[in-house]
C-alpha cells in the first residue's frame, strides 16, 4: 500500500486505522492503475483527435505553428486540401501508438511493482535494452525516422507519381518503414524510408507538359511556332480540359537545332498527373495542323518499314 500512498485514498483502511488485506489491496491497486492509464490514454487520444480535426481544416495549433511541420498542414492552395487532410490522419495515428505504447509500459511497471516486483533493475534495464537497441537496429530507427519526417515534411503521399532513385512509379502505400510503390510495368517495389536520399515528385501541387517538336530546316519558324501557340492555347480553351490545363501555354521558342531539324519547345502547366494525357494530345492535334500547313517532322527512318540496323 505505501507505493500507492499518493493515488489511493485513506478509505482504503479499514476502521481502526487497519489495513485492507494483501489480497485484497493489491488487486484493488492494480485495478486502479489499470483504470488511471486507461482513462489518461483516452484524454491523450481526444487531445490528438483534436490537433488531428484542426490541422485536417487547414487551422494549425499555435504549439507547431512556427514549425515546417505547421506550415505543411496550413497548406491552402487548391488540391492541398485531400493531401492536407491524409496528412493530418497519418500524424495522428503514429502519435497516439507511440502514447499507446508509452502508457502501456508505464503501467505495466507500476503493476508489477504493487505485486511485490522490484522495478528498479527493470528501469535500468530499459535503459541497456534502448541503447543496445540503437546500435543494433540502426537500420530499423533510421528507417522509423526518415518515414516520420517523410510524413510530417510532406515529400509524397498515396497516388504521387515518384522518382526514389533505384525506383519510379506511383506511390500505393507510405508506412513508417517501408514505402510501396507500382512502376509503369506493374512491378511493386518495396523501399526503406532510410535508403531514400532524394525523392522527385511528379505530382505535387501541379505538372508541366513539356513539348519539343522537331521540324525540318526548310520550314518556317516563325510560322511554326504560330501554330504550336493557336493550338495549345485551342486545347486550353477547351471545356474538357478547363481543370486540366491551368495556365495559359507558352512557346519558348527554338530549343536546339538536331541533325534532323529544328528543335521547337511548347509547354503547358497541368494538374497533378495529367502532363502526360495533355502531351499525348496535343501531339496528335499538332501533327494534324502540321499536315494541314505543309510542315514536314522529320523522321529517320521511312515509315512502314522498320529502321535501318546498326552497323
Known amino acids: 500500500m505505501s507505493h500507492l500512498g499518493w493515488l489511493l485514498p485513506a478509505q482504503w483502511n479499514l476502521p481502526g486505522d487497519r489495513e485492507l488485506p494483501w489480497y485484497v489491496a493489491t488487486p ?36 507547431i505553428a ?10 491552402l492552395r487548391p488540391g492541398a486540401g485531400e493531401r ?3 496528412r493530418a490522419q497519418t500524424m495522428g495515428s503514429i502519435l497516439k501508438s507511440i502514447a499507446g505504447g508509452l502508457i502501456f509500459a508505464i503501467v505495466i511497471v507500476m503493476a508489477l511493482d504493487q505485486v511485490g516486483v522490484n522495478i528498479a533493475p527493470i528501469i ?3 535503459g541497456i535494452v534502448g541503447i543496445a537497441l540503437g546500435f543494433g537496429a540502426q537500420n530499423l530507427v533510421k528507417d522509423f525516422l526518415s518515414g516520420i519526417f517523410m510524413i510530417l515534411e510532406d515529400q509524397y503521399g498515396v497516388g504521387d507519381s515518384v522518382d526514389l532513385g533505384e525506383a519510379v512509379g506511383t ?12 512502376d509503369v510495368d506493374g512491378t511493386v517495389w518495396y523501399v526503406r524510408n532510410g535508403e531514400i536520399l532524394r525523392v522527385g515528385n511528379q505530382s505535387q501541387n501541379w505538372a508541366r507538359t513539356v513539348l519539343d517538336i522537331t521540324v525540318a530546316y ?14 495549345a492555347t485551342a486545347m486550353y480553351e477547351d471545356e474538357r480540359y478547363h481543370d486540366i490545363i491551368i495556365e495559359a501555354p ?27 494525357p495533355v502531351a499525348r494530345a496535343l501531339r496528335q492535334r499538332i501533327k494534324a495542323r502540321f499536315d494541314e500547313a505543309g510542315i514536314h517532322i522529320p523522321t529517320s527512318f521511312i515509315p512502314g518499314q522498320p529502321p535501318a540496323e546498326e552497323p
Do not use: H, M
Open 84 to 86: 492536407r487532410q491524409q
Open 66 to 75: 512556427g514549425t515546417k511541420a505547421g506550415a505543411v498542414l496550413a497548406d
Open 218 to 231: 526548310e520550314s518556317n519558324l516563325d510560322q511554326v511556332q504560330q501554330l504550336l501557340q493557336e493550338e
Open 250 to 276: 507558352e512557346v519558348w521558342g527554338v530549343e536546339r537545332f538536331d541533325k534532323d531539324g529544328a528543335v521547337v519547345r511548347v509547354v503547358l502547366k497541368t494538374a497533378p498527373l495529367q502532363q502526360w
Open 124 to 126: 535500468a534495464s530499459a
Open 171 to 182: 506511390v500505393e502505400a507510405v508506412g513508417l518503414r517501408v514505402t510501396r510503390l507500382r
Open 28 to 63: 484493488g491497486a492494480i485495478v486502479v492503475i489499470i483504470v488511471v492509464g486507461l482513462l489518461f490514454r483516452w484524454l491523450v487520444n481526444r487531445a490528438i483527435d483534436r490537433v488531428v480535426r484542426r490541422a485536417s481544416a487547414g487551422t494549425v495549433p499555435g504549439v
